[in-house]
């Protein structure tokens, strides 16, 4: 398995501003993947984050609210722009090693708290 | 639709007992099921299934798939308090995509 760190770990942001969260794998991997956990649902996936390329977004996710970054392969970035309650949310990036490798491993989370 | 549905939503059980979970499918380009626990924020990984019938086994949680009822089941014998968690079950399908079930919140207590 890898090893995720994500930053920051929590945060409380005011209505209309947006908050950077960053993913660091300790190894590369070829898929990144950031999933959005809203209380008490389950996880969705927001979109695909493609090293050199932009990003693969699911349907109901748009690149001008939440766009994404990857320059490399151990490192990507969430943006949550002009936030609003709705936006309150845990956060989780999760990576694959290739794609022979089914299991994905996730990091430690961001709890988005939106006042 | 693809979808993945968890039976209970949730659980309560005292020490000791035996629990099973419930996990059912229905997706298209099915590659694997997958268990995870959930503690507080990170989902942490418990079994990956692909095989019918091939029950994989990790200390007192063990796992089978039913690739033709489309359905698996996660067991935990002998249950601690330190069981207590989300469990979450996904499906990954089409294009490496996870569909995530809500989850069976399990509550074990002493």
């Known amino acids: 398995s890898a090893v995720i760190s994500q930053k920051p770990s929590r945060d409380i942001c005011q209505r209309g501003t947006s908050l950077t969260i960053q993913c660091q794998v300790d190894?590369?991997?070829?898929?990144m993947f950031w999933y959005r956990q809203q209380p008490g649902q389950s996880l969705t996936l927001i979109a695909t984050?493609?090293?050199?390329?932009?990003?693969?977004?699911e349907s109901g996710f748009v690149i001008d609210k939440f766009p994404i970054s990857r320059p490399n392969l151990t490192f990507s970035t969430l943006t949550v722009s002009n936030m609003s309650p709705e936006d309150s949310s845990i956060y989780l990036c999760?990576?694959?090693?290739?794609?022979?490798?089914?299991?994905?491993?996730f990091g430690p989370g961001t709890r988005l708290t939106v006042t | 639709e693809d979808k993945v549905v968890q039976s209970p939503l949730s659980l309560v059980v005292h020490e000791g007992d035996t629990v099973t979970l419930n996990c059912s499918y229905e997706?298209?380009?099915?590659?694997?099921l997958l268990w995870y626990k959930q503690e507080k924020k990170a989902p942490t990984f418990l079994f990956m299934l692909?095989?019918?019938?091939i029950e994989k086994k990790s200390g007192r949680l063990s796992s089978i798939l039913d690739k033709k009822e489309l359905f698996s089941i996660l067991n935990i014998t002998a249950t601690q308090t330190g069981d207590s968690a989300v469990y979450l079950c996904?499906?990954?399908?089409?294009?490496?995509?996870?569909?995530f079930g809500t989850g069976t919140r399990l509550k074990v207590s002493a």
């Open positions: 999760s990576v694959a090693r290739d794609r022979a490798e089914y299991e994905q491993y």
């Open positions: 190894s590369q991997v070829t898929m």
């Open positions: 997706v298209t380009n099915f590659r694997s």
């Open positions: 692909t095989s019918s019938g």
């Open positions: 984050a493609n090293q050199g390329s932009e990003a693969t977004y």
């Open positions: 996904a499906v990954d399908g089409k294009n490496y995509k996870y569909i």
